[in-house]
C-alpha cells in the first residue's frame, strides 16, 4: 500500500520536542485539576455549588410588585388595572388609552429568583383562545441616558371576538428579546460574575381593524415598544441596584 507523503516529517530533535511539550501540558492540566478539586471539595462539603444555588436577585420585590401596581406609561392614561393568574403566575392587565388609540399591555414579573421563562405566550394564547396569523420579529433601538441596546419583539395578528396586535418580548435591565434562550445565555454569562439578569414578560394587544395589515404599524409598534421599555428601566431595573 502507498504511504501518503505529507511533506513534512519530524527531525530527532522535533520529536523530543514534541515529547516535551506533551509532558509539560499533562503537568499543567494536572495542576489546573488540583486548583479545581481544591475548590470544589469545600463547595461540595458546604452545599454551595454555583450552578445548584445561583445568586438571587437583589431588590426582586419591586419586579414582584408589578402584578399588582402595573406599568405607568407617560404618554397612556390608565382606564383600569387588573391582577389575574395565570399558569400559577400572576399576572398584571392595564386598559392604557391616548385619545382615541387604545391597548391592553400584559405584565408578568418574574417573582423568585429561581424562576425562568417558559410558556408564558402559550398561556396567553390559550387564555383567549387566539387564532394567529405568521409572526415575524421587529428590532426597537432603546436610547438611554447612559446607554444604547435594542430589544428584539416579534408581532402578529390575532382574532378572537375581535382583530389585534400581539407585541410580545421578555425585558431585562438593558436589552430584550421575545427568545427565552436570548435571555438564558445572558444571564449564564450575569453569573460568571455572580449576578443574575431578572426578567419580565410583556405582552402588547392592540385592536386593529380585520383588513389590517402588521406591517403598516410598525411606527406605531416601534414607539410602544420604546416606552414601555424605558419605563421598565426607570421604575423597576434601575431599582434593583439600589
Given at each position: 500500500m502507498n504511504k501518503i507523503k505529507l511533506g513534512w516529517q519530524p527531525s530527532k530533535n522535533q520529536n523530543q520536542t514534541l515529547k516535551y511539550f506533551s509532558f509539560s501540558q499533562w503537568i499543567l492540566l494536572g495542576f489546573l485539576l488540583l486548583l479545581i478539586i481544591m475548590g470544589a471539595i469545600p463547595?461540595?462539603?458546604?452545599?454551595?455549588?454555583?450552578?445548584?444555588?445561583?445568586?438571587q436577585?437583589?431588590?426582586?420585590?419591586?419586579?414582584?410588585?408589578?402584578s399588582k401596581t402595573g406599568l405607568t406609561l407617560p404618554s397612556y392614561q390608565e382606564v383600569k388595572q387588573e391582577q389575574f393568574s395565570l399558569?400559577?403566575?400572576?399576572?398584571?392587565?392595564?386598559?392604557l388609552q391616548k385619545q382615541e388609540q387604545s391597548l391592553v399591555l400584559f405584565l408578568m414579573p418574574q417573582d423568585y429568583y429561581t424562576n425562568l421563562p417558559e410558556t408564558e405566550w402559550l398561556d396567553l394564547k390559550y387564555l383567549e383562545n387566539w387564532k394567529?396569523?405568521?409572526?415575524?420579529n421587529i428590532t426597537v433601538p432603546i436610547q438611554e441616558q447612559s446607554s444604547s441596546y435594542s430589544v428584539v419583539a416579534r408581532y402578529f395578528k390575532a382574532w378572537a371576538k375581535t382583530?389585534?396586535?400581539?407585541?410580545?418580548?421578555?425585558?431585562?435591565?438593558?436589552?430584550g428579546s421575545y427568545s427565552s434562550h436570548d435571555w438564558f445565555w445572558q444571564d449564564q454569562g450575569a453569573q460568571l460574575k455572580r449576578q443574575r439578569l431578572p426578567w419580565i414578560a410583556v405582552s402588547l394587544k392592540i385592536p386593529v381593524e380585520?383588513?389590517?395589515?402588521?406591517?403598516?404599524?410598525?411606527?406605531?409598534?416601534?414607539?410602544?415598544?420604546?416606552?414601555?421599555?424605558?419605563?421598565?428601566?426607570k421604575q423597576v431595573f434601575n431599582r434593583l441596584q439600589s
Open positions: 463547595n461540595y462539603l458546604s452545599n454551595k455549588w454555583s450552578w445548584a444555588q445561583p445568586p436577585i437583589q431588590n426582586i420585590k419591586y419586579i414582584k410588585n408589578l399558569g400559577n403566575q400572576e399576572w398584571s392587565a392595564q386598559l394567529i396569523d405568521s409572526q415575524k382583530t389585534f396586535i400581539i407585541v410580545q418580548w421578555y425585558a431585562w435591565p438593558s436589552g380585520p383588513n389590517t395589515v402588521p406591517k403598516t404599524k410598525l411606527s406605531e409598534i416601534k414607539a410602544i415598544v420604546n416606552e414601555v421599555q424605558t419605563s421598565l428601566e
